[in-house]
């Protein structure tokens, strides 16, 4: 056992409380990640010595900033905008932007936390960070995004560069979002520099499989799993949460595989459609029309809406939750077990509360943490960057191909590590530790800084 290891990491863990309090979501996310982190400090004593983990859990830089626009009527609103730039070890500062009400700054933290492993894992050369506001878009026109991304630009633009700090998409932001931020940037700075935003459209610099490739990358992940097992998506029924980005492109890859996914939801509820979501009408439904989840189930007879509850309900073999961060308790990982859902492939950040992650431990249901498995978007991102700096496109098979291997490398080196630190198929350990371990090298190459 490592005793003294295992209370460094506990005092690791007290300084974070004490430094950072009352931002929940990032405690629950560096617990997480320590929890599995006394016996690289049993290998490394270097990074005890050094203080490699206190660094990086340090953000090396946070920025707060007021973002006022106007509405259509005339109204003045103010925002908080927020962007951490954590850790820069492995290059730029990397990570979405998330407009959502319940942004603040500890759940900027805690993505900007994960996404320095998660970057870590892809084997590419960029760094964690992440950002976002406050700011409501649901029901916003078009014009009011618009303004609202010009001004949280107009004050974010001095903080990025292709070489020092690279924003993508989360919730609340797609290529609608990103093309007003991006058009904000060229005009201030008077340079169209590609690789300062990722996610941007197919005509102005964006690349294919970006779109799908969170969504797609979970699948691949979800094969990964099935496979080491003997098994495949052939006749499998699975669930999705959520009907935005990850949740639509992680449909379509499922029914690709052979899977059939039967329910997904929104914030009001969740349909369930036992002939297989129908992939067309839902994009048309929630990307074209913006519109509830509900107007699916109006429109197809086979399906049924069902307002609040928990999607979790639904029977299934395969769970990818994929909406937000703990979206899957205690309770609803119990109901799953009990219902035979043998793997939870999680496409979000941290939707599985810690309670939940227990229960598929004590029900022997195979686990992927979001840190490993919906690594696709950001390594799809990477070759975005990778295209912009050679002026070059790549075609869909080519870009596919690539995400395919890079989800196969993040799965299997997390499975490898997971058994050479003593707990096979745990791949949350497994992911913790091969990404800490990138991670680690590279701080402790730079120096004390
Ligand atoms: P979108 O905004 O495209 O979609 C989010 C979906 O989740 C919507 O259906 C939304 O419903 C639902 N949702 C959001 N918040 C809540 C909530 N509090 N309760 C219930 N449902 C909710 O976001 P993405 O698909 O891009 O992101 C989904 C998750 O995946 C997030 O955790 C994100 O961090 C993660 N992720 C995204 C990546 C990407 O490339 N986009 C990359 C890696 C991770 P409603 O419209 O009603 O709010």
């Known amino acids: 056992m490592q005793a003294q290891e295992t209370a460094t990491v506990e005092r690791i863990y007290d300084e974070v409380l004490r430094r950072n309090p009352g931002e929940t979501e990032f405690h629950q996310a560096v617990r997480e990640v320590l929890d599995s982190l006394a016996v690289v400090l049993a290998r490394h004593g270097e990074y005890a010595e050094m203080k490699t983990i206190e660094r990086i859990c340090e953000p090396e830089r946070q920025i707060i900033f007021r973002v006022p626009w106007q509405d259509d009527r005339g109204e003045v609103h103010i925002n908080r905008g927020f962007r951490v730039e954590f850790n820069s070890a492995l290059g730029p500062y990397k990570g979405g932007l998330r407009f959502h009400p319940s942004v603040n700054l500890g759940i900027v933290k805690f993505l900007g936390f994960e996404q320095i ?3 870590a894992l892809t084997g590419m050369p960029i760094g964690g960070g992440k950002g976002g506001s406050d700011f409501d878009p649901k029901g916003r026109s078009d014009a009011e995004i618009m303004r609202f991304c010009q001004s949280f630009m107009t004050e974010l633009y001095r903080h990025l ?3 020092t700090d690279v924003p993508a998409g989360d919730i609340g932001v797609g290529t609608r979002e990103i093309g007003f931020l991006f058009g904000q940037y060229k005009r201030i700075t008077n340079r169209y520099e590609s690789g300062v935003l990722t996610g941007k459209g ?3 610099g964006g690349a294919l499989v970006r779109p799908e490739a969170t969504g797609y990358g979970a699948a691949f992940f979800a094969a990964e799993m099935l496979n080491v097992r003997d098994q495949s998506f052939d006749g499998k029924r699975v669930v999705i949460s959520g009907s935005g980005n990850v949740a639509v492109y992680a449909i379509e890859k499922v029914h690709q595989l052979g899977g059939t996914a039967v329910a997904c939801s929104d914030s009001s509820g969740y349909v369930v459609d036992e002939n297989g979501i129908d992939l067309e009408l839902l994009k048309q ?3 074209v029309e913006r519109a509830r989840i509900e107007v699916y189930a109006d429109r197809v007879g086979s399906a049924t809406f069902v307002a609040g509850g928990s999607i979790w309900d639904v029977p299934c073999d395969i769970a990818l939750p994929s ?6 308790d205690g309770d609803a990982a119990g109901t799953l077990a009990r219902n035979g859902c043998a793997y939870v492939v999680e496409g979000a950040n941290m939707p599985s509360t810690p309670d939940a992650v227990g229960v598929f431990r004590e029900a022997g249901i195979a686990f992927a943490p979001g ?5 696709g ?12 700096a050679s002026r070059d496109r790549w075609t869909f098979e080519h870009s596919e191909a690539r995400l395919a291997e890079i989800m196969r490398d993040i799965h299997n080196r ?3 590590t997971a058994g050479d630190y003593g707990a096979p198929g745990d791949l949350v350990l497994g992911a913790n530790v091969a990404g800490f371990l990138r991670v680690a090298e590279a701080v402790h190459a730079h120096g004390l800084i």
């Open 377 to 388: 978007g950001v390594a799809t991102s990477a070759l975005e960057m990778q295209q912009n």
């Open 285 to 287: 439904v929630k990307e």
């Open 202 to 204: 197919l005509g102005w």
């Open 414 to 416: 997390c499975h490898e």
């Open 371 to 375: 840190k490993a498995a919906n690594a």
């Open 161 to 163: 560069g292709e070489y």
């Open 323 to 328: 909406a937000t961060q703990n979206e899957l």
């Open 117 to 119: 492993f998660k970057n």
